[in-house]
């Protein structure tokens, strides 16, 4: 688990947000949260709480005070599959936790590290079509909202389609009571394949697997398939040995001298891309679920994520190598592309529809934003909706016609934070102020 650094400085992941705020808030119950909201409320002074900081986004940049909640990060209840957790707890936690009771989350993303507020605020999502966002098993929520009452939320709440995916910018949630399923074991297949050959079978594979995805190697036309299956528990266990190899040494160690290479110098990117597509080898195993899900990620960089439509994905992959090969600089990451199916929380990605995830990114301290800019360009035009914790260059006025809820969410925000205590730059950006 990580501890987050309290203090006035901060810095995110990526590294590309930093703020220095003018006070630390680090309430230990709900009653002293509450107190500080209405004193900041009645005094015109703004808090905002951060997560663990993996958003790219200036969505957790506090310019006020910064509101930690590592002391409200317990367990408070188990009622079957229903748990109920303080909303500063880290999904790393949680995951252990849940094992202990002998359940699990029915999906998650690529990393453990986010808080369970933090990663529903944003639309935090993995893959499988027949999954949505993280924020989808929410059952309940508590909330502090901007005038410090403590409102409870649970289903049948006119405010529960807002309060999930809520950017922050509602309330500062204390708890949250998940929805989780009985612990499963999961076996990965990742297997390097022709990107064509990928993308004819993604039909018929999409439905038929529970959790597929897929990364596409710059300037090659090759890419991995990555499945993983739910199976009777321990019917393969992963070699620690093969684990470590694959996972840490391969896609942290080596992975960071290759991309410091890349960055040193651009013209060998092309060449390494096509070397790491052809290295690439087959592999199975099983695991408990998060344990395959999750993986540590130590190389740094930044990142957008685009959702569109499942249908328009051939489109924009198709445009990739032209876009790619047409920009002033190299492309060291693979592209990652995921797929969820619909929910019903107003700003989620995947409001309404079957979605296609694209994820582009960049080895830290290289440039990214004409090659950001010239996806988002595409994905926009195809109707996409970008991931609120990775970087975009959208605003309110584009992002309306893209939510059809946008309107009854800033209407929510409007009763829940009239003095706009948890406003920031981001939010008056994509949200109005
Ligand atoms: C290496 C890496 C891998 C990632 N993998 C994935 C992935 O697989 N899938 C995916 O969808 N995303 C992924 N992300 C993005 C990440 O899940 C989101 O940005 C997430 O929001 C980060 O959670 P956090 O706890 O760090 O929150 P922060 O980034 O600190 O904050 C995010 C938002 O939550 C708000 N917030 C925090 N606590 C509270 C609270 N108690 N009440 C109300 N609002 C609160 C903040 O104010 C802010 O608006 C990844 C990011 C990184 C760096």
Not at 79 to 86: A, H, I, N, R, S
Not at 234 to 246: N, V
Request: net charge negative.
């Amino acid at each position: 688990m990580t501890t987050p650094v309290i203090g006035p400085r901060w810095t995110n992941w990526g590294g590309n947000q930093q703020a220095v705020a003018t006070d630390v808030l680090t309430p230990g119950t709900v009653d002293e949260l509450a107190a500080q909201v209405k004193e900041a409320s009645g005094s015109g002074r703004r808090i905002k709480a951060v997560g663990s900081g993996h958003s790219f986004t200036a969505i957790a940049v506090a310019d006020d005070q910064r509101l930690f909640l590592h002391r409200m990060a317990g367990l408070v209840a188990v009622d079957g599959p229903l748990v109920t957790v303080q909303a500063g707890m880290q999904l790393a936690t949680l995951n252990a936790v849940l094992a202990e009771h002998g359940l699990a989350m029915t999906n998650l993303g690529d990393i453990d590290r986010q808080t369970v507020a933090g990663a529903i605020s944003t639309g935090t999502h993995g893959t499988g079509i027949e999954y949505a966002t993280l924020a989808s098993c929410v059952e309940a929520v508590k909330l502090v909202t901007g005038t410090g009452e403590i409102l409870a939320i649970g289903k049948d709440d006119p405010l529960f389609p807002a309060v999930r995916v809520g950017l922050g910018a509602l309330g500062v949630l204390v708890e949250v009571t998940l929805r989780c399923v009985e612990a499963f074991t999961l076996l990965a297949d990742e297997r390097p394949m022709a990107l064509a050959d990928v993308l004819a079978g993604l039909d018929k594979w999409i439905p038929a697997n529970d959790h597929l995805e897929f990364f596409w190697y710059p300037y090659t036309d090759r890419a991995m398939l990555k499945v993983n299956n739910r199976v009777p528990a321990h019917d393969r266990p992963l070699s620690k040995f093969r684990g470590w190899m694959d996972d840490d040494f391969l896609s942290n160690s080596v992975f960071a001298a290759v991309c410091r290479l890349g960055r040193a110098m651009p013209g060998t990117v092309p060449a390494i891309s096509a070397f790491a597509a052809r290295a690439l080898s087959a592999r199975t195993y099983t695991g408990r679920s998060d344990q395959v899900f999750c993986s540590e990620r130590r190389v740094r960089f930044t990142e957008m994520e685009y959702e569109i439509p499942r249908a328009a994905l051939p489109e924009v992959i198709a445009a990739l190598p032209g876009l790619i090969g047409g920009l002033p600089f190299k492309v060291q990451f693979p592209v990652e592309v995921r797929f969820t199916g619909p929910d019903d929380i107003w700003m989620s990605h995947g409001y309404g529809r079957e979605s296609a995830y694209i994820a582009v990114h960049q080895f830290t301290g290289v440039e990214y934003e004409p090659y950001f800019r010239a996806v988002e360009a595409m994905c926009q035009a195809l109707g996409g909706r970008p991931h609120w914790g990775k970087l975009h260059y959208r605003s309110a006025a584009d992002l309306r016609p893209a939510y059809p809820k946008f309107d009854d969410f800033v209407a929510v925000r409007d009763r829940l934070d009239p003095a706009r205590v948890f406003a920031n730059d981001y939010l008056d950006r994509v949200l109005g102020s």
